[in-house]
């Protein structure tokens, strides 16, 4: 099948799209009434992202309710570190846990069983891909090495990555190693989607601020490039998004240096300033404030003409600057569809 009826791929190869397309970060997800009934027959989370039955179907239900033009891949960003050989589990109200990782002991992850244990993710795509409309795009994706490793080495979630970062100083050279091995398994993940009908990839750097320049280059973009240059290497010529929220100016190393593709932008970045950093013509998805969509009335419809006017005239696909929350009203997210293509 050719490109030309998909415009999310058009963008992505360069073209500008009036109006631009559109999807929303975490569109599969509890503002849904429809996903909240599958969640509550799933039980485990875990379990509920490796059942292809149950991921597919919630993959599917935002398509079949707002047409987005791409329907991305349910699953979590923490898959990863069970492919290598880590425990995780999620707790009800408080998030993800892990057993905290020592990242002197790198040695210890293994990389080779990553097709095996997220092989149901695979089978995931398989059944979404069928089940979607013509011009609607099938996105894959993965957490970034950095990211991962903030959640292994803190044990969840956590405010500023302390632990995270003084491992990054006091033990480099076991950091960089850890993250080689995440970047790996990350990489073999990746091009087992494509292989399984993904259409474009994304790299989630969802933690990537506030980190000095030195440390940005060590723990962000030398594993993203790493994970891009071994999809390439394998053959995998789709599109790939990076999103390295809160990377400030360094956004434009970070979209010159990594082989991305495309650039998704955070809620904080200023249009003008990224248009000034960023290469000519690399596409850019972003940026709308949830809470703006949260909001929703006249200040939704003026912050979304305001994006949109930002970025005419450079291939855009137009997305939130971080997930949708679960508090949204679902009626907000046909209004700010009806904005967005009443423009084209």
């Not at 935002?62 to 589990?89: H, S």
């Amino acid at each position: 099948m050719t490109h030309s009826n998909k415009p999310l791929l058009k963008v992505l190869a360069g073209e500008t799209v009036s109006p631009p397309p559109v999807w929303l970060m975490r569109q599969a997800g509890r503002y849904l009434a429809e996903y909240r009934e599958v969640r509550a027959r799933a039980g485990d989370f875990i379990k509920f992202c490796f059942s292809p039955d149950l991921a597919a179907e919630v993959t599917l239900q935002p398509i079949r309710r707002f047409g987005f033009d791409a329907a991305i891949l349910f699953a979590d960003i923490l898959l990863i570190p069970i492919a290598l050989g880590r425990k995780v589990w999620f707790v009800a109200g408080e998030g993800p846990r892990l057993e905290p990782f020592d990242v002197r002991q790198f040695e210890d992850l293994t990389t080779d069983t990553v097709r095996s244990v997220l092989g149901p993710v695979g089978e995931t795509l398989t059944r979404v891909k069928p089940e979607l409309p013509d011009e609607t795009t099938l996105i894959g994706f993965a957490g970034a090495p950095w990211t991962v490793a903030t959640y292994m080495v803190e044990g969840g979630g956590s405010k500023d990555r302390f632990s995270a970062r003084v491992a990054a100083w006091q033990h480099p050279e076991a950091f960089d190693g850890m993250l080689e091995r995440i970047a790996d398994a990350t990489a073999e993940y990746l091009v087992m989607q494509a292989e399984s009908g993904a259409e474009v990839l994304k790299i989630f750097d969802s933690w990537a601020e506030g980190l000095p320049e030195p440390l940005f280059e060590r723990v962000v973009i030398n594993p993203t490039k790493r994970i891009v240059d071994r999809v390439r290497a394998a053959g995998v010529t789709v599109p790939i998004i990076g999103f390295p929220r809160g990377a400030g100016s360094m956004y434009a190393r970070y979209a010159r240096e990594t082989g991305v593709n495309a650039v998704a932008l955070d809620t904080g970045m200023d249009p003008a300033y990224a248009q000034s950093i960023l290469p000519d013509g690399m596409p850019v998805q972003g940026h709308l404030d949830p809470a703006a969509l949260r909001a929703g009335g006249d200040a939704l419809d003026r912050e979304t003409d305001r994006i949109l006017d930002s970025w005419a005239g450079r291939p855009h696909i137009f997305n939130l600057g971080h997930g949708i929350t679960p508090d949204v009203p679902v009626d907000h997210v046909h209004q700010l569809l009806r904005r967005i293509r009443e423009r084209g």
